[in-house]
């Protein structure tokens, strides 16, 4: 029966069985997903009972399986549970032998298999209508995007309140140096020698505090995702910090240290050499 590969979902009233696996041929196997795995304490090979109502009757089933939810947004914020059972199985027990809500097809990873399938489904028949999985998952997912624009402007928030602050720490770091780079300046070292080093360390700062950031930013959503994914039973990533986001915040980093670091040095190399040291 297994070798039929034909499942289909159905969320029933289940009640615990008297545990252990005693196999017996007549019992027919299900597989349930790991969220009521955790709520009911079941594991492979414990037996159930499986009704199509709570308190009717129903038949016992041996758990042959638990499987694992995909990172599917829209499944956050439900909190039901999955039993994938044969498709003969499900028919008997709601008596429901020839309805169906929804089938899911999986196709091979070819470009344009999809598409494809989805035309093919759509006229098989009239009544039945196909949509691809990327469609269904931006459809159930339109609080995920506004919540996902509402994260990007917390970001360029963050950015403008950052370049502020750091063109602010710079000034004031490089202004305590006056009396050094008014020395400098009496020994005959050039405005732009005390540019370039003003600049060259704004820059190293900006890089070392972006890997700081990635790092904390690294550690910080491996705790976000531990904590969530335990909550909610779900691979899905809460926070990531990609390759592609790092490179940007160096890069944006950088640029503003450079430019801080270069206001700064201008301010400084303006000012006459014995101004800077008080004289």
């Not at 499900?90 to 091979?108: C, H, I, K, N, P």
């Not at 970001?155 to 008014?182: N, P, Q, Y």
Request: charge should be positive; charged fraction near 20%; hydrophobic fraction near 50%.
């Amino acid at each position: 029966m297994m070798a039929r590969r034909r499942w289909a979902l159905l969320v029933t009233a289940l009640a615990l069985g008297s545990g252990g696996a005693q196999a017996q041929a007549p019992w027919r196997s299900i597989t349930i997903d790991e969220r009521l795995a955790a709520r009911t304490s079941l594991a492979v090979g414990d037996t159930a009972v499986l009704a199509a109502a709570a308190g009717a009757p129903g038949d016992t089933v041996l758990i042959a399986g638990i499987t694992r939810r995909t990172a599917d947004p829209s499944e956050i914020a439900r909190s039901e549970y999955r039993v994938r059972l044969h498709l003969d199985h499900l028919q008997a027990l709601t008596g429901a032998g020839d309805r169906v809500g929804r089938f899911a097809v999986q196709t091979r990873d070819v470009p344009g298999a999809v598409d494809s399938a989805a035309a093919r489904i759509n006229a098989l028949a009239f009544g039945f209508r196909a949509y691809p999985a990327a469609e269904v998952a931006v459809e159930t997912s339109a609080t995920f995007r506004v919540v996902n624009r509402f994260h990007r402007a917390i970001g360029v928030i963050t950015i403008v309140a950052s370049a502020i602050f750091l063109l602010c720490i710079t000034l004031l770091k490089v202004d305590e140096r006056r009396r050094d780079v008014g020395a400098l300046r009496l020994l005959g070292v050039s405005r732009t020698t005390i540019v370039r080093a003003v600049v060259l360390e704004a820059s190293l700062i900006a890089v070392i505090g972006s890997a700081m950031g990635a790092a904390l930013g690294y550690g910080a959503g491996w705790i976000v995702n531990w904590h969530y994914q335990g909550v909610y039973s779900t691979p899905l990533k809460f926070a990531i910090v990609t390759p592609g986001i790092v490179l940007f915040a160096t890069a944006l980093s950088l640029g503003l240290g450079v430019i801080a670091g270069l206001l700064a040095a201008q301010r400084l190399v303006r000012r006459a050499p014995l101004d800077l040291v008080g004289r």
